[in-house]
Structure formats: structure tokens, C-alpha cells
């Protein structure tokens, strides 16, 4: 019988033959390595997907408010030594360079237009594929229908 290397841990496997693909091992960590691969690579290809995720996380987070409170006062010694060393504050200038270099604009309101838009009747098209700083952005070409 066959034999593989899983992909996580390295070990040798025999595959399921139900599965001809497997590239992980029956482990426990090696299936929550797959699974966290997985979820991330559905986050990056699948707007539906992030969005349903981002919702689910914030009513988490509303039902269980005390948590981050709890979890420092459980675990001290992390949190002094994320305080002592200045890590939040490296972990914030790193993703704040990160999103500079990807994004072209951080906010709708960021500047004001010249001069406003008149009120009518406006076709939007998708101009191109742009990045963003926000996952519900979009980059449109507005043009004038009717000013009635």
C-alpha cells in the first residue's frame, strides 16, 4: 500500500483510499493545519465567505464581551511583556506600513471633492480591480444620464 509524507508534520501516512488526493495526516494538529490553510485560502478568494466570517466574529465578540478583559487578567505575564517591549506598537506600525504600500486611498472621506455632484440620474460601472483598504470599497465610473 501506498505511503505518503504529510504536508504538515512530515511523518509518513497511508492514505485513505476514499480520498486520493490526502496530503495530511489523521492527526489532530496536521487536520487543524489543513483546515486553517483552507479557511484562509476561502477568505482570500471568497468575498461571500470573509463577509459571513467577519459577521459571525462580531457577534461573537458581542456576546462575550468580557473576554479580552478575562483573558489579560489570566494571563499577566503576556500581557506585561507585550507592554514592557513595546510589541503593539511594532505589530501596529508594521500593519499600518503594510496596508500604506497595498492601499491606494484608506477612506472615502478623506478628502472632499472639488466641487459636489449634481443631483440626476448617474449609470455606475465597475472601472478595474483596484485594492482597498476596506473589503465593502469599490471603485465606479460615474456617468451623467439625466439631471432631471
Known sequence: MER??????GQAFRPRSQVPQQCYC???ACQRE???????AKRASDADYRENQARAQ???AANHR???REYRRRHQPYCERNREAAMQRQRDRRQAAASAAVTEFAKMDASTPEKAVRSGTYRLVPATAAEFAKMDACLVEITLISTR
Open 66 to 68: 468580557e473576554y479580552w
Open 58 to 60: 462580531r457577534a461573537w
Open 34 to 40: 489543513r483546515r486553517r490553510l483552507w479557511q484562509r
Open 26 to 28: 489523521s492527526e489532530a
Open 4 to 9: 505518503r509524507r504529510c504536508a504538515a508534520c
